[in-house]
């Protein structure tokens, strides 16, 4: 069993090192990257979303530090996003940090009102604070081709960088859910307070999550500036990432490794693919109905859908 699994991984990789010698149409690898992008934000997303149980939709937040950062440093200061990239990373873990210990004592509804008014004030600095971000008008990133600025004339690089980053950020997900922090993550989702009474270090726990989460999805950011070479509020910290990025994730399976990738392979072509040929209106409604048909069909994601469905095929044949 383990060879096979070996074996199948072997496979698997090879076949996405080999996609963009295969799909050479633009806009199919520029859809493969942008799916490679939201899975990496869905995944950063579930270690606090699904694993700590704390929904955040204020993740576009740091998504957009994490932009920002890397960018002001490029433009400012001529630094590497190389190097940017994880300037922007320890500042968003540490806002992520200081987030977590100040809604310590929310739970439920409470929890997700604070996470959505801290994502809404990023946004409305964002906006504001022209003489730094230039507002609504934006920053570009001027091309300057090469490995070390993280600007490439073709999309080839791009692909293996977000493949990078999303194995970055599965890869952690598995080491958290091997660790003891794995535990004492999934046991403060169940119970907060049942966990607490067995001696589960509550406060350390959430602050941990909350900046492995935010120092993720802060390096997600670095790549869409880099990919884009444009960034501005509305692209970087608007509401509606963080519901995506949320979404993304409970579409695919929270609190599983694999669902996060699940669902961007799902939710990002529909929405894509739709806007592409139905176009404004129509297109948001055919998406929406598709993601109440998969929730309804899926209740517990797409990844658990098919463990389900593993689940009986195996006892189906044992029997």
């Not at 939201?38 to 579930?46: E, G, K, T």
Request: positive net charge; hydrophobic residues 55%.
């Amino acid at each position: 069993m383990r060879l096979a699994t070996i074996l199948g991984g072997a496979v698997l990789l090879a076949v996405l090192l080999a996609v963009p010698l295969v799909v050479t149409n633009l806009f199919w690898l520029n859809l493969a990257i942008t799916v490679l992008l939201w899975a990496a934000l869905a995944s950063a997303w579930n270690i606090s979303g699904g694993l700590a149980g704390g929904l955040s939709l204020g993740h576009a937040a740091y998504f957009g530090i994490g932009a920002y950062v890397t960018t002001l440093l490029f433009l400012r200061l001529g630094i590497s996003p190389w190097l940017g990239m994880w300037a922007g990373a320890a500042l968003a873990a540490a806002i992520g940090a200081g987030l977590a210990t100040i809604t310590l004592r929310l739970r439920g509804p409470f929890f997700v009102l604070a996470t959505l008014a801290f994502g809404i004030v990023i946004h409305i600095v964002a906006v504001n604070w022209r003489e730094v971000t230039r507002g609504a008008a934006g920053l570009v990133l001027p091309f300057s081709g090469g490995p070390e600025n993280m600007m490439f004339a073709g999309l080839a690089p791009y692909w293996y960088i977000g493949l990078a980053l999303v194995g970055l950020c599965v890869g952690t997900t598995i080491a958290i859910r091997r660790s003891r922090l794995g535990y004492y993550l999934v046991a403060l989702r169940e119970d907060e307070d049942a966990a607490r009474s067995l001696g589960v270090r509550v406060v350390q726990c959430k602050v941990i999550a909350s900046a492995i989460s935010a120092a993720l999805t802060a390096l997600a950011g670095t790549f869409y500036a880099t990919f884009v070479q444009y960034i501005d509020p509305a692209s970087t910290t608007q509401f509606n990432i963080s519901v995506q990025i949320a979404l993304v994730a409970i579409v695919g399976g929270m609190g599983t490794v694999i669902g996060p990738v699940l669902g961007a392979l799902v939710v990002v072509p529909l929405g894509e693919l739709s806007r592409a040929y139905l176009g404004g209106g129509p297109a948001l409604m055919v998406y929406g109905l598709l993601l109440i048909v998969i929730v309804l069909a899926v209740p517990r994601g797409i990844a658990g859908g098919i463990e389900s469905v593993t689940r009986h095929l195996r006892r189906r044949r044992n029997s």
